[in-house]
C-alpha cells in the first residue's frame, strides 16, 4: 500500500505542476476552499511554514496564513482555546496534551504530524582546516569546555594527516531555549563525557561566547577565530564549512544526500495522538542530526468551511508540491514517505461539528 502511495506522489512531483488535489484523497474543490487561517508556534518552522504558504496561495487564490511564531508551548495553547486552527510544534502531541485539546477540537482532541526536518551541522571558524571529523566523545569535551585547542590529540586521533593548529576552541551558544539545542545535546548524550543530558537551554561553556537566540550564532562564529556551534541548515548554507560527524558508522558530511539517506532508516508509528516520525539514533547511511517539526490539527472544527480550509493547508503541506516548496525555499528536509501517507490519511478524517 504505501509503495503505490509512493508512486502516486512521485508521479505527481515529475507532473510539472500538477496541483495536490490530485495526489490526496480530494477534499473540498478548489473554488470552494476560501478563508483566512491562522497559527500560532514554534519559530523554527518559520520559514518552512512561509513557503508552504506562498505556494499554497497560487493553489488556492481565496485564502490567506496567519503565522505568529511564538513558541511551541503557546501554539498549543492557542489551538486549545481556540484562538489558532493549528499549531506548529517542536515534538509530537503526548497524551496530555491532546487532552488539552478536547474542548475546543472535539471528543478526539487533536493529532499531531511530521511536517519537516530541521537538519542540523556543526561549523566551525578555522579555514586552515579542511574535512574536519568529530564525533560525540570530542564534541561532548569541547562543549564541556575539556577540550579547549584545535590540536588537541583527541581530535589529532580522528584526524590523521590533518594539520591541526594550536589555537583556542571557541564554543558559541545560545542561551534562549531551542528544540535544536535539545536536538543537539541529544547527540552530545551518546558519550559518556557528557553529563548534562538532554537540554533545551546550553550551559555556558568555559572560554566560550554566548548569544541569545540560535539565529545569532552565524555572526558570533563569523567574528570569532576559532568558533564551533551547532546550526540549522538553513542559517549554515554556503556560509560555513561543516564537520563529519559519526552516527554509529562512517564520518558524515551534512547534505541533502545523507539527510535524505538517514530519513530512509528512521521509523513511522502511528497511535492515538497522531504519526511519529523518529530520525535513526545509528545508522550507516546518513546524515541523522536534527530536529523532526510537527503540525497539530483538531479532529473537528466548527464548520465545514473551516475544516475544508485545514484539510486543505495540511493536505498541500504533507503532499509533493508542498515538501518540494519547503525543501528547495527552506531548506529543511521531508519526513519519510511513510509518514506523510500516514499523515495524508489522518488528515482526510478532520471534520466539523455543523
Known sequence: ?????????????????????????????????????????????????????????????????????????????????????????????????QGSTKAECGPGGAFSIPTSVTSIGVVFNMPSIRSLKLNPDVLAKIFSGNINRWNDGAIAAINPGTTLPDAPIVPVTASAPSALTSASTRYLSRSANWSTGVTSKWTKVPAGQEVKNFSDLGKMVDDTAGGIAFMDSASIGSRFDTALLSFGGSFVRMSKDSVAAAVQDGMTSTGETGVEFRLPDNTDNGYALGNVNYQAFCSSYKNEQIASLVKSWAHFVVGADGQVSSTYFAGVASPSEQSLQDASLLIDKIGSDK
Open 1 to 97: 500500500m504505501h509503495h503505490r502511495s509512493i508512486r502516486r506522489a512521485t508521479g505527481c512531483l515529475l507532473f510539472l505542476g500538477i496541483s495536490l488535489a490530485a495526489c490526496a484523497s480530494p477534499p473540498a474543490k478548489q473554488q470552494d476552499i476560501r478563508g483566512a487561517l491562522t497559527a500560532i508556534g514554534s519559530p523554527i518552522q518559520s520559514d518552512p511554514i512561509g513557503a508552504w504558504a506562498s505556494a499554497w496561495r497560487k493553489t488556492n487564490p481565496a485564502t490567506s496564513l496567519s503565522y505568529s511564531p511564538d513558541g511551541s508551548d503557546v501554539g498549543l495553547n492557542a489551538l486549545a482555546n481556540g484562538q489558532a486552527y493549528y499549531a506548529a510544534l517542536d515534538a509530537p502531541l503526548t497524551a496530555q496534551q
